[in-house]
Every structure is written in structure tokens, then in C-alpha cells.
């Protein structure tokens, strides 16, 4: 069986609005068993988490529901799964947790590539403390984030490495694993930002050697709210700030105040759905999950593929997405044109393409485009042919070009 997209686009309610969106990276469409869930939750008793009334038992419920579907999504313990209010809320918030172990001639590392929330929160927490901060620089020429580049900073007073596993301007999958044993050779912490990541390849928290790692459900048609992810052993040696009656369970230590509920329930209804996308649609959920991601890669990567080629035959484009491992994202700029004007073009005529830096501000200026960035093409599992083709057209619009289509 094959990947069935136009199963996939008839569940989703949003794209009946008739835009082909390419604004992805910022956030997905959401299918309706996602807002069935959510409504549902609401729809029933709900209360602070007990056992002694039907309201207690349905949030407890929703929430070991909603930690056994993320925990299986990223195949991590449910025991290590917190929950927050977004994932740089949840950065903020482990940096001055992780930060108290910390003093003058400690070293925090960052990347170049990152978007603001793995690299601000560190900084915050570093200069909070003496800690001094290094960078770790990428090829602006490739794109490339490479296990030398995060060697030539590290050193025995590195205490946390913190990266991406896939960069949300263009795309840039470095090798996550390889990382990994670098810094913990090193003696050091691994901090991972899986939101992009997460909403186009399977995540495996033990394979990737992460200690912590993020990621959004609504980045991969779920609702908006955060994930933290991490051994349970580990959370148990930190001691975030919290309420003095509040529990000092792990997790529930992490998080802060009264959990949303009703986004809990629709982010275990996204990774369901997700789950349900694998073709044959057999197995465990995370069997299931591995075998939708697989699906997903391959639909998403036949249309990158069109889309530069059909770039490429367009001319005055320059794609600044080329690491050999990437995302289907995309960061063009057009020769003496304005992306932001490109991007407003394309909206008047039904295609959803954002312009701008989306928080990396360090890589756009990296790659020499200021804080101004380039015009961002990033699919998601319910992109189609169709909307290719309305892509292309509209870009050779606006060029001024004949259409590159088919």
C-alpha cells in the first residue's frame, strides 16, 4: 500500500479554505479526530487529576493517555514525557533548572543553526550564573553542521551542548547521534529541539542520545503546546523551581500549574492519527508510527524533488537549503526581488508561503541574508501534486517567466 494523501487532505477540515500551503514549519492544519478529541474533553467532566469523581478520573485519564502516545511518538519513557505550555517556555524553564549546577568556568555550547529557543534560554541561564558561552558554527555554503564543528568548541568545562536535529530555515538534519557520543565522551549534556524534526522523521530518544529534547505537537497536526522529553533518572537529579504543595513526582515537577486538558487529549489524538497514516496500519503504535513516518518521508521528499527542479528551471532563484540530510524545507531568495513582496504575491493567489527568518536569526545571518531571511517552502503530509504545480506557477508569476509545472 502507498501513501494515501488525498485520504490524509479529506480529514483535515482547514484545507477546504483552497490555499496550497507550504507554511508548515509554523504549524500544521488540524485533521478532525484532532478537534473531536479536544471538543471531547471539554465536552465531559474534567477537574484538577484525582480518582474520587468522574472529573478527577477523565483528566487523569487524558493526561497517562496523552504521555503513552508522545512517549511512543518519540519512543521515550511516559515516565520522561512533560508536558508545557510550548517548547521554548520548556527550554526557559530546564536552562534555569539544569543552570543552578553551574558557576564561572563552566562552558555552555549553542550552534549557529538553531532557532532562538535552543540558543537564548542557554545564554539567559549561562550569563545568570558566570557561565561562559561558545558557538558552534555551520557552512553557510552547505548548510552543513558537522561533528568537527561541535568538537572545536567543546572542552572539559562543557556542561550542555545544545542543537538542533533539524533546522526550521532550511532544513538541515545534522548527525544527531554522532553528537551525542562526542559530548557525553565530554562528560557533557545533550539538548536536543526535535520540533522540526519531529513532524518529518520518526524520533527515537535512545538512538539519538539525546538527555533532553523538544518537540511542538502542533508542528505535526496536533495542538499547540510543548513536549520535553528525557530519562526518568535524569529528571529525578534536577530540582526545577515549583509551588511548595505542588507534587515533587517526576514529572509532574516540571509542570507548572494545572495542565491544559483538552490539548493533551488532542495531542495523543494527533499521534494517533498519525499512527494511522502507516500503510497496511499493523503492529504496535510505535511499530505503526515507524512505518508512517517511512511512508511520510517519501511523499514529502517526491515533492521537494519536483519543487526544485521545477526551481531550478525557473531562474534568478537561489535555494539556500543543501545539506545532503534535510528536511522537504526550502529557503529561496530571488534575485533584485523582495521575498516579502514574493510571499504576498503568492498569498493573493491561494498559495501560503511565508517570508521572513522564523526565529533563526543566528543561521539567516550566517547564510548572509540578515534578519531578514528568505521566502520558506516546507511541506507536510498533506501536500499534493496539486499544490506543487500552484506553486510553481505563482513563483514563475511573479518572476515574470513562463510557467514550470509537470
Not at 83 to 108: M, N
Not at 207 to 231: E, I, M, N, Q, T
Not at 267 to 291: H, I, N
Not at 316 to 325: D, L, P, Q
Amino acid at each position: 500500500m502507498t501513501f494515501d494523501v488525498n485520504a490524509v487532505r479529506a480529514r483535515i477540515p482547514a484545507l477546504k479554505a483552497g490555499s496550497a500551503r507550504f507554511d508548515a514549519p509554523g504549524g500544521t492544519q488540524t485533521p478532525q479526530p484532532v478537534i473531536d478529541a479536544i471538543a471531547d474533553a471539554l465536552a465531559n467532566p474534567l477537574a484538577n487529576r484525582g480518582l474520587t469523581t468522574e472529573g478527577e478520573r477523565n483528566a487523569e485519564a487524558v493526561v497517562t493517555r496523552a504521555r503513552r502516545a508522545l512517549a511512543d511518538l518519540l519512543g521515550a519513557d511516559p515516565r520522561g514525557i512533560v508536558f508545557g505550555r510550548s517548547s521554548t517556555q520548556l527550554a526557559f524553564d530546564l536552562s534555569r533548572t539544569v543552570a543552578k549546577s553551574w558557576g564561572p568556568g563552566d562552558e555552555v555550547v549553542v550552534s549557529r543553526l538553531d532557532h532562538d529557543s535552543n540558543i537564548r534560554p542557554w545564554i539567559h541561564a549561562a550569563e545568570a550564573v558566570g557561565a561562559t558561552v561558545r558557538w558552534a558554527e555551520f557552512d553557510p555554503a552547505t548548510g552543513e553542521l558537522t561533528i568537527d564543528d561541535i568538537a572545536a568548541v567543546l572542552s572539559a568545562r562543557t556542561r550542555l551542548v545544545a542543537v538542533t536535529a533539524a533546522s526550521n530555515l532550511i532544513g538541515t538534519r545534522p548527525d544527531i547521534a554522532a553528537f551525542a557520543d562526542l559530548v557525553h565522551r565530554a562528560g557533557a549534556l545533550l539538548h536536543v529541539d526535535a520540533v522540526h524534526y519531529a513532524s518529518h522523521a520518526a524520533v527515537d530518544l535512545p538512538g539519538l542520545g539525546a538527555d533532553f529534547l523538544v518537540c511542538s505537537p502542533y508542528k505535526f497536526l496536533g495542538p499547540h503546546l510543548g513536549v520535553l522529553a528525557s530519562r526518568p533518572e535524569l529528571l529525578e537529579t534536577l530540582r526545577p523551581d515549583k509551588l511548595r504543595p505542588s507534587t515533587n513526582a517526576v514529572p509532574e515537577r516540571f509542570e507548572l500549574g494545572t495542565l491544559p486538558y483538552e490539548l493533551l487529549a488532542g495531542a495523543g489524538a494527533a499521534v494517533d492519527f498519525l499512527a494511522s497514516l502507516a500503510p497496511g496500519a499493523d503492529g504496535t503504535r510505535r511499530e505503526r508510527l515507524l512505518d508512517a513516518f517511512m511512508a511520510i518521508e517519501t511523499h514529502e521528499d517526491a515533492l521537494r524533488a519536483r519543487i526544485e527542479q521545477g526551481l531550478a528551471s525557473l531562474g534568478g532563484i537561489t535555494v539556500h537549503s543543501r545539506a545532503a540530510h534535510r528536511t522537504p524545507t526550502l529557503l529561496l531568495t530571488l534575485a533584485g526581488r523582495s521575498t516579502a513582496a514574493a510571499s504576498r504575491y503568492l498569498a493573493e493567489r491561494g498559495v501560503d508561503a511565508p517570508a521572513g527568518s522564523f526565529y533563526a536569526l543566528e543561521a539567516s545571518r550566517r547564510l548572509g541574508l540578515g534578519d531578514e531571511g528568505g521566502l520558506r517552502i516546507g511541506l507536510a503530509p498533506y501536500n499534493n501534486d496539486e499544490d506543487v504545480d500552484r506553486l510553481l506557477e505563482a513563483l514563475a508569476g511573479f518572476l515574470g517567466t513562463a510557467p514550470a509545472v509537470g
